[in-house]
């Protein structure tokens, strides 16, 4: 079973900050509330498994992730695939490649990264998640 194990929004573009929560709206075509990376309509959410920060010893929220999931490989998600996380539903849109902000956090980080940075969606049904919730595919 998957599960939402981190919720993270960043206050800036650049300031490479992630916040922390144990609850967070998702707003249809928007992303999630608070957020300043969301960049509808195909970058409003971005999903990475724990399992890749855990091999890669990254803190949740690192990468600047929105939805840490424990559980499910979201690299093997294809695009278009509809996910239910607690109130919300989410539809994949696209692969994050990663980018040169990787470097900054380590060098290497960014081929290390390589088909484990996650997946970007956009909000297709708006609601509540939380820490904890199920993720299900519809």
Do not use: Y
Not at 16 to 24: I, K, N, Y
Not at 40 to 51: G, I, N, T
Not at 75 to 104: H, K, L, N, S, Y
């Amino acid at each position: 079973m998957a599960t939402v194990s981190g919720l993270f929004t960043s206050p800036a573009r650049k300031s490479g900050e992630a916040t922390p929560h144990e609850r967070v709206v998702a707003i249809e075509g928007l992303g999630l509330e608070g957020c300043a990376h969301a960049n509808p309509p195909r970058r409003e959410v971005l999903f990475v498994s724990q399992e890749h920060l855990d091999a890669l010893e990254l803190a949740p929220g690192a990468i600047r992730e929105n939805i840490t999931v424990a559980g499910a490989d979201v690299e093997v998600w294809p695009i278009g695939q509809r996910v239910r996380a607690g109130d919300a539903v989410f539809e994949i849109t696209m692969v994050c490649d990663p980018c040169e902000r990787m470097e900054a956090l380590r060098p290497g980080l960014r081929e290390q990264l390589e088909g484990r940075r996650g997946m970007l969606a956009r909000v297709v049904d708006g609601g509540e998640v939380a820490v904890g919730d199920e993720l299900s595919l519809l």
